[in-house]
Each structure stands twice: as structure tokens, then as C-alpha cells.
């Protein structure tokens, strides 16, 4: 259900331009993500986006306290370290960064689940470990499709055996080249 979820914002454009970036705030590394130039924050599975402008608009709705102070003074400061940085993420970057990680819309194409890394180096290590042996290389395969293949016979793996993290890594490798 939460891979059909996900493949629906595929298909809307949403996760397409949803990107997951990084800005430094008072010395501490905070994640943001980033829609079109719109900074704010992603929670779930199914990546509900919330501007910062609309957090702090819910906030200012409320009984001002210390603490909903506290929070609308964070949340404007990411709010304004986080619109130039998403207005100078490289739009192009396609499915992996320059480091060979699945971004958002990778992981999301791919059918990878959001929480865990998938790198193609590290793809290319468990391909040549689990699969060289007995399987010439493919490509384009998605996640779930791999973890159903992998069950049957005659490889009769499962997540102990090969765990989520692992194919997570092996898909990046098969899709390397998808742009």
C-alpha cells in the first residue's frame, strides 16, 4: 500500500520535485526538503510536504507561548537559510547524486524505500557477491519486483538472508544508467 501511495505522487509530479537537501543552523546539520524553490519539511512514507510558511502560520494561529515562540523563531530561520538553498539545488540531478546515492525521486522510481541508502557502489559489491555466479546483469528492475524474484525458486532468499538494506543497494546498481 505504501508503494502504491508513493507511485501515485510519482505519477502526480510531486515526489518528482521533491528534493531532500541539507542547510547548517547554528552549527547543527539539519535536513529540509525543497518544492521547486519552497523550503519546508517531509513526514511519512507518502512524503506529506509542509512549508515552513505554513508551519509557522498554524503556530501564529495558536495561544502564543514560550515554547510556540521558540518554534516559530526556528522555524523562520529555516525557513530563510532553506529558500536559497532549494533555489540553488541543481534541478537536473536526476536519480543519484554525485556520490552514486538514489535521491528522492530515484528511490521513489525505484520502488526503494525512503528511510534506507542506496548506493551504486555498494550495489555493484552485493551483485558481485549474491548474483554474478549464476545471473548476467540486469537492469531496470524495481525493488518490490527483485524481493518477490529473490523468494522463489531456486534462489529461496529472504530479508534475513538478504536484508532490505542490501537490496536497497543492489537496485541502485540495476537502475545506474535510468536517467
Not at 552514486?100 to 558481485?128: C, D, M, S, W
Not at 540486469?138 to 542490501?166: C, G, W
Request: glycine share 8%; charged share 20%.
Amino acid at each position: 500500500m505504501k508503494f502504491l501511495g508513493l507511485l501515485l505522487l510519482a505519477s502526480l509530479g510531486y515526489a518528482q520535485s521533491l528534493i531532500q537537501t541539507e542547510i547548517v543552523h547554528k552549527g547543527r546539520v539539519v535536513s529540509i526538503y525543497c518544492l521547486g524553490s519552497i523550503p519546508g519539511t517531509a513526514k511519512g512514507d507518502l512524503l506529506v510536504f509542509t512549508s515552513f510558511k505554513k508551519q509557522i502560520k498554524r503556530l501564529l494561529s495558536k495561544p502564543l507561548t514560550p515554547k510556540i515562540e521558540k518554534k516559530i523563531k526556528k522555524l523562520k530561520a529555516y525557513k530563510k537559510l532553506g529558500t536559497p538553498a532549494c533555489e540553488n539545488i541543481n534541478r537536473d540531478s536526476g536519480n543519484f547524486d554525485l556520490n552514486g546515492n538514489a535521491t528522492i525521486a530515484g528511490k521513489t522510481l525505484f520502488g526503494i524505500p525512503l528511510h534506507l541508502e542506496a548506493n551504486i557502489t555498494q550495489g555493484r559489491a552485493v551483485y558481485e557477491t549474491y548474483c554474478v555466479g549464476c545471473h548476467v546483469e540486469r537492469t531496470n528492475y524495481t525493488f518490490p519486483v527483485v524481493r518477490e524474484a529473490i523468494k522463489q525458486s531456486p534462489m529461496l532468499y529472504d530479508e534475513s538472508q538478504i536484508p532490505d538494506q542490501t537490496l536497497a543497494h543492489l537496485i541502485a546498481y540495476f537502475n545506474r544508467f535510468r536517467l
